[in-house]
Nanobody, 122 residues
Framework: QVQLVESGGGLVQPGGSLRLSCAAS????????VGWFRQVPGKEREGVLC???????WYADSVKGRFAISSDSAKNTMYLQMNRLKPEDTAVYYC????????????????WGQGTQVTVSS
């Protein structure tokens, strides 16, 4: 059974950092294209960053230079490191994976985590 489980969300002050985790089971994460998305109430889910099977990474303009993806193969887990957080980064964050993707948009991803809330506020 393919499953993704996020953790690490919470409340952080503007300018702070947070690292989200996404643990995979039922498949080998390194063999898949992966992505991180976020969603706020009333808005569509948007891509934060995605990495395809070749390791090429796409970043949303709003997070370039602040967010980064990494992984631990032994733990079958990927991470989203978020630095210099801003109030506009507040959202529910989701990790996702699929065999092959064309673009960093939700419709290309079949497997999703349950989401974790990130709130950036003083």
């Amino acid at each position: 059974q393919v499953q993704l489980v996020e953790s690490g969300g919470g409340l952080v002050q503007p300018g702070g950092s947070l690292r989200l985790s996404c643990a995979a089971s039922g498949f080998t994460l390194d063999e898949y294209a992966v992505g991180w998305f976020r969603q706020v109430p009333g808005k569509e889910r948007e891509g934060v960053l995605c990495m395809n099977n070749n390791g090429n990474t796409w970043y949303a303009d709003s997070v370039k230079g602040r967010f980064a993806i990494s992984s631990d193969s032994a733990k079958n887990t990927m991470y989203l490191q978020m630095n210099r957080l801003k109030p506009e980064d507040t959202a529910v964050y989701y990790c996702a994976a699929d065999v092959l993707i064309r673009l960093c948009v939700p419709k290309y991803f079949a497997s999703w985590g349950q989401g974790t809330q990130v709130t950036v506020s003083s």
